[in-house]
Nanobody, 128 residues
Framework: QVQLAESGGGSVQSGGSLRLSCAVS????????MGWFRQTPGKERLGIAG???????SYSHDVKGRFTISQDNAKNTLYLQMDSLSPDDTGIYYC??????????????????????WGQGTQVTVSS
């Protein structure tokens, strides 16, 4: 059974940084996509970063240059380093993971990828 558990959320002032972690277990696939999503109050959950099994990363326009997605395969952990945070980044952050055809490895993961496995979310609050 695949399980994902986010941690690292919290409250921070505008301009500050946070690093989110997502511990992944029961996920034996060598070809995959993993991603981070954000849900702000009253809005739908949207993809903000994705990474495939070869390390190719993709970002939404509003976080590119401020957020960095990475993975530590030895620790089975996905990360999201968030810098230069603004109040607009406030929301619940979710990690997600799914296997993908090995023929697509190295092509990156679209932010709209249809993930099958999700974490429970972690709250990030940025104050001005």
């Amino acid at each position: 059974q695949v399980q994902l558990a986010e941690s690292g959320g919290g409250s921070v002032q505008s301009g500050g940084s946070l690093r989110l972690s997502c511990a992944v277990s029961g996920f034996p696939y060598s070809s995959y996509c993993m991603g981070w999503f954000r849900q702000t109050p009253g809005k739908e959950r949207l993809g903000i970063a994705g990474i495939d099994s070869t390390g190719v990363a993709s970002y939404s326009h509003d976080v590119k240059g401020r957020f960095t997605i990475s993975q530590d395969n030895a620790k089975n952990t996905l990360y999201l380093q968030m810098d230069s945070l603004s109040p607009d980044d406030t929301g619940i952050y979710y990690c997600a993971a799914s296997t993908r055809a090995s023929s697509l490895a190295g092509l990156g993961c679209p932010l709209t990828f249809n993930y099958k496995n999700w974490g429970q979310g972690t709250q990030v609050t940025v104050s001005s």
